[in-house]
């Protein structure tokens, strides 16, 4: 490997030294502040790193190869560096998180920094997904997300304070997603195995040339097979059974982690596989991820409509977004396809992660008000996941509403929202593409999207008498590092949503 090849892997070299680095500083200073803001000056470091590699780039050479296994270029440095940005907010909201659990009781103390260390795996395999060209690389970084995964779920066992139903569904919620997470491993390793014995080869330029010379049956299984266990990944129908579930049971950081970084790596890595192996030439797998599409627009809106509890809404509405992304994935390998799936992720992610950080920060001022860190089970106006809770938050929190307000009319695609122009590209890709069936999808999805997302936003202005409504102390107390979060992720949804067209060039530039 020459020099050129190893300065192309920087980010990935600086987030593995950062990870040895972090295990060795918990095992001589056991503090949950030191451990966060190392954790943040890794992910800065690996940012810088990504820049300078963008400056390495040129107009002559858009892209490394290093080796076999992994492929740099713009496109996926740009995907790691908004995945390395979400992860600095999910640190942040992780800290919130762990810090209202993890109190010193009777002179014992718990310190989470495994927290950090397995949020930088996450994010190394992530990283390394966007860059895979090969069936090795991608394996192996998809799961190590999904490794350090299974023990984030279940990360609510730690601390005093943390209440026992929350204990439970984590546990629940990472037994579910390991079982299930492992079947879809199964299918897609197994897939894996049918191409190479299709083609008798594993990098993607070598399966690209096999099926330029010709389709065999046992090419097309493979393919299938492997579209199964990344569909899982994505909580594309019928493949979307564990989200809801594993989204109410999370950490409410961790599923945002899941719901922003984890499906936009897979996402990044769809891109790349379909553009190198030209799959968008398969009837089959077009047709296969248009049905999908199609199921999780209609049936991940429909079952949004019937939910009471924020996080599984959200589940579902997350079910719907992917899909809509979809629909701008299958009009081709066209630039303009590119440009809409990137700016759609984005927006997805901005989005996403700001009504998540709000639910988070809601649920830390919960907890933090209740004696004991108990909360009674079965009253809806005392769980700061049902929707009752959120009734009248307007009037105890402005700040609080106008954002979870500004997310959710961003997530239905109302104008002057990022949500808006990424929708828009959708509409648009799907009319380039003549693909109408979709479009009808996309707009009966939308208008039901539309109903719960205002719906719930009524609920933020009712005015309700009861004890949550007029809770003494003046509102919700949250930390100034979740104020920071918020602040940066509303003005970028805000501030792209009016002036998109900063974005639309970075994006341009891959």
Known sequence: MSARELYAILPLLVLTAGIALLMLQVSY????????????????????????????????????????????DRAGLFICLLLLLAA???????????????????????????????????MLGACTLTFASHFASFFLALELISLAL??????????????????????????????????????GLFGIAVIYAACGALDFDGVAAALASGMPSLMLVGLTLLMTGLAFKLSLVPFHIW?????????????????TIGKGAVVALLL??????????????????????????LIGNLLALMQNNIKRLLAYSSIAHIGYLIVAFLIGSSAFGSEAVIYYLVAYVVTTLGAFAVISLIADDALAATPGGTQPIGDSASDPFQRDYYRGLFWRSPWLACCLAAML????????????????????????????LLLAAVVIGSALGLYYYLGLLLTLVQRETTEVSEAPGGGIQIAASGHAVLIILTIALLGFGVFPQVLINWINTL
Not at 158 to 178: A, F, H, N, T, V
Not at 410 to 423: D, E, Q
């Open 29 to 72: 200073l056991r503090s949950h502040r030191a451990a966060l803001v190392t954790t943040l000056a890794i992910i800065a470091a690996t940012i810088y790193g990504c820049f300078r590699v963008v400056a390495m780039l040129s107009q002559d050479v858009s892209s490394i190869a290093v080796t076999s296994l992994l492929l740099v």
């Open 150 to 187: 299974y023990p984030m779920l279940g990360f609510a066992v730690i601390g005093e304070r943390s209440p026992r139903r929350d204990q439970m569904q984590s546990l629940e919620s990472g037994i579910k997603y390991l079982l299930l997470s492992g079947l879809s491993t199964v299918l």
């Open 272 to 297: 790349r596989l379909f553009a190198q192996l030209n799959l968008f030439q398969i009837p089959l797998l077009n047709t296969l991820l248009a049905i999908m599409a199609v199921a999780s627009m």
């Open 243 to 259: 989200t809801p579930d594993v989204y109410q049971g999370a950490p409410t950081p961790v599923t945002a982690l899941i719901a």
């Open 409 to 436: 009319l961003s997530l239905a695609g109302i104008p002057l929202t990022i949500g808006f122009i990424g929708k828009f590209y959708i509409f648009a890709a799907g009319v380039q593409g003549q693909l109408w």
């Open 88 to 122: 600095v907010a999910v640190a942040v909201l992780g800290f919130n998180y762990l810090r209202q659990r993890c109190l010193k009781v009777e002179g014992a103390a718990s310190y989470p920094e495994e927290f950090y260390i397995l949020l930088l795996l996450v």
